[in-house]
């Protein structure tokens, strides 16, 4: 897997933005949305109870695309990923996130280093034999009473499946649904564990926002979330 998005390190928005041209929006308002999810998963979470500063981590970052839009939201971000050169482009744009190559199975932190690990359209990219694995290892960077989420596409939304097959570096890709994220989160000792679909509608004004929190516990938007306590 290394290999494969180290060739596509320069180039890596260009082929999101092909692949999902048919919709006639920009990448970054999935960035946008994504963003936005997350900083209100740390309030919702309760992460910054007694006014501590979140530290989160970023597992699978690629070239950070999601972390500009991630200014502010926490004490301190980290990233990690299989791919260097991706990892050498990331730290280029974005200088106040710390980044860290991820050569081995297990990820280069400690235990319980992290108040907020999450995944954002990686596991889909990772054998399925492996899910567990990766879960489990989410589950050790993180402390207790923290938090990991994972962000996936959504396998029933059919233009999310027409991107997918139109992505270069998704072709063997695993789709995996919200069922099953919470699934793997119980097997690996998690609770709490929550589930929303989100990016149904194509806008980002109030309104639409709210109708998509309405319709969330159904399998529409293109994308979840599936968040869990430790």
């Not at 059919?158 to 097959?165: I, S």
Request: overall charge neutral.
């Amino acid at each position: 897997m290394a290999e494969l998005f180290d060739s596509y390190k320069s180039d890596y928005g260009d082929l999101v933005e092909g692949s999902i041209r048919f919709s006639g929006l920009k990448h970054d308002f999935f960035l946008i949305a994504k963003a936005d999810l997350l900083r209100r998963l740390v309030v919702e979470r309760k992460l910054r109870q007694g006014g501590a500063g979140v530290r989160a981590l970023d597992v699978g970052c690629g070239v950070g695309s999601l972390h500009p839009y991630l200014e502010g939201a926490f004490e301190s971000l980290d990233g990690c990923d299989v791919s260097e050169e991706s990892i050498l482009r990331a730290g280029q744009d974005n200088p106040g996130v710390t980044y860290t190559t991820c050569t081995t199975p297990s990820l280069p932190y400690g235990d319980g280093a992290f108040d907020l690990a999450f995944a954002s359209c990686v596991i889909h990219h990772v054998p399925p034999a492996s899910w567990l694995d990766f879960f489990r290892e989410m589950r050790r960077v993180v402390r207790p009473g923290g938090v990991a989420c994972i962000i996936e596409h959504n396998p029933y939304n059919v233009l999310t499946r027409l991107a997918v097959f139109r992505c270069p570096f998704d072709q063997d890709a695993v789709l995996l649904n919200a069922a099953k994220a919470r699934s793997l989160f119980q097997k690996t000792g998690f609770k709490d564990i929550r589930s929303e679909h989100f990016l149904l509608l194509p806008s980002a004004r109030p309104f639409a926002r709210r109708l998509e929190r309405l319709l969330a516990p159904l399998p529409l938007g293109a994308q979840y979330a599936c968040s869990a306590h430790l």
